[in-house]
């Protein structure tokens, strides 16, 4: 059985309290909301913090406020399953109804959170591992070893940004507000990656997840697609987030595109999409922009499925998910496939 290692758990009851005591605890604290990915860390020893900062106990947290013509502001620790089953998500923000559904299993949706969800580790097979399996391959540059195992000449570690819902926020055009002792910053979703699978996000560690705040729908549609083997539970191996604005008559006048599980970050593919702009797709154009996007997808051999699997399943994502969108907005178009 894998133990947890020992640890001191502060419970706030405040925003201020618990930026306090992440300010006031240092480098040893973590915060933690539903534990579902960092419990499994800390017992693989991925993470070993001293000090945890929960943030179940914290109300102003877990509101969902705002309207769709006005915006939303989802609290950090809204759970995935109120995400899941908000109606006015699932009706005007529906590609994150459909990310947060899909995440996992329903006992897990009931714990784990949209903040945690965004701030997931990044994953990798050499990685997500149990620290004895680890330990006897020499562990790598991600934990307590020196080299990449999956690029052994890569200076860089190459682990995968697989949250469902990272994808389809920044498609969204969300933002996140950051709080710490210092004061408090809002940035866009994808400002808060970076490329890098160690490092992974820009926000510091005395900073607080506080809200995802959603820009007014403003007739935008939007869809989420996942890969993954087990489709009862399982992380994503492709995640495909579209969002189009279309005219009446089926003219786009908008589009975004974001994969998920293809980097340590939400890829854009946005100039791929852009060439959606001032059309009324037909199958022609949809597969070319598929095609497109699909190239900004580089896998390496640290997920599962095969790499030549992975390459060749992305244009076919990218092409449902635009198929599904303008189907649900427009009626039928005459695909082969
Ligand atoms: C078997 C299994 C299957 C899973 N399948 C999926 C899947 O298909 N898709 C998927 O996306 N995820 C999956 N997960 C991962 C996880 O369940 C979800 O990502 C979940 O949303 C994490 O949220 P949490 O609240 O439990 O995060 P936690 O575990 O509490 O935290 C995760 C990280 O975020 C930080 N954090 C949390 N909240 C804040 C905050 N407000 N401010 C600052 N830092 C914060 C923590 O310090 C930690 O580093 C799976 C996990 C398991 C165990
Ligand atoms: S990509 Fe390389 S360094 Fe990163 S977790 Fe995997 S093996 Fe380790």
Not at 309 to 329: C, S
Request: proline share 6%; with cysteine.
């Amino acid at each position: 059985m894998l133990r947890l290692p020992p640890f001191r758990y502060l419970a706030p009851r405040t925003v201020v309290q618990a930026v306090h005591l992440l300010a006031q605890e240092g480098e040893q604290a973590m915060p933690v909301a539903g534990g579902t990915d960092l419990y499994p860390n800390m017992k693989r020893r991925q993470f070993t913090p001293s000090v945890l900062v929960g943030l179940r106990g914290i109300p102003e947290l877990k509101r969902i406020d705002g309207s769709p013509e006005q915006g939303m502001c989802i609290g950090a620790g809204v759970t995935l399953s109120a995400l899941a089953s908000h109606s006015l998500i699932q009706r005007h923000y529906s590609a994150l109804a459909t990310a947060a559904a899909s995440v996992s299993t329903p006992q897990l949706r009931n714990m784990g959170t949209l903040g945690g969800n965004l701030l997931l580790d990044t994953r990798c097979n050499y990685y997500n591992q149990t620290e004895f399996w680890r330990h006897s391959i020499g562990y790598c540059m991600k934990k307590d070893g020196d080299i990449c195992l999956v690029a052994p000449g890569s200076s860089r570690c190459w682990a995968i940004s697989s949250a469902d819902t990272a994808p389809v926020l920044v498609s969204l055009g969300a933002r996140v507000r950051l709080v710490s002792e210092r004061g408090e910053r809002e940035i866009a979703v994808r400002e808060l990656f970076r490329d890098d699978g160690m490092h992974p996000y820009t926000k510091a560690s005395d900073e607080l997840l506080t809200a995802i705040l959603l820009p007014p729908a403003d007739d935008w549609r939007s869809v989420y697609l996942k890969l993954r083997r087990r489709g009862s539970f399982d992380f994503p191996i492709l995640g495909v987030a579209a969002a189009l604005r279309l005219t009446a008559e089926g003219i786009v006048t908008d589009a975004r595109l974001t994969l998920g599980a293809v980097a340590s970050y939400p890829v854009e593919a946005n100039e791929a999409a852009s060439k959606l702009l001032h059309h009324t797709p037909d199958r022609e154009l949809i597969d070319a922009v598929a095609v497109a996007a699909a190239k900004r997808a580089k896998p390496l051999d640290n997920a599962d499925l095969t790499i030549n699997y992975r390459k060749q399943v992305t244009p076919i994502y990218v092409r449902r998910a635009l198929k599904q969108l303008i189907e649900e907005n427009k009626g039928e178009i005459a695909f082969t496939s």
